[in-house]
């Protein structure tokens, strides 16, 4: 699951999947407010999951434990 997140945020950014770890911040990332809303929206259908956004899912490796947690 954590690839697959990392896949779609690096085809969106269009970077290599090396340039991002997963315990970057989004900001840190370059993710900005819509675009984590765009990603969220891709990532729900790929993985045909729910995710609540909140401050505290700020970054990849705790979305992964949201959406594990939440499936």
């Not at 954590?2 to 315990?23: N, P, Q, V």
């Amino acid at each position: 699951m954590k690839e697959t997140i990392i896949r779609i945020i690096a085809e969106y950014l269009d970077k290599d999947e090396a340039e991002i770890s997963s315990t970057d911040t989004f900001a840190e990332i370059g993710l900005d407010s819509l675009d984590i809303m765009e990603l969220v929206m891709q990532i729900e259908e790929e993985l045909d999951c729910k995710i609540e956004l909140s401050q505290e899912l700020n970054t990849i490796d705790k979305l992964v434990e949201y959406i594990e947690a939440n499936k």
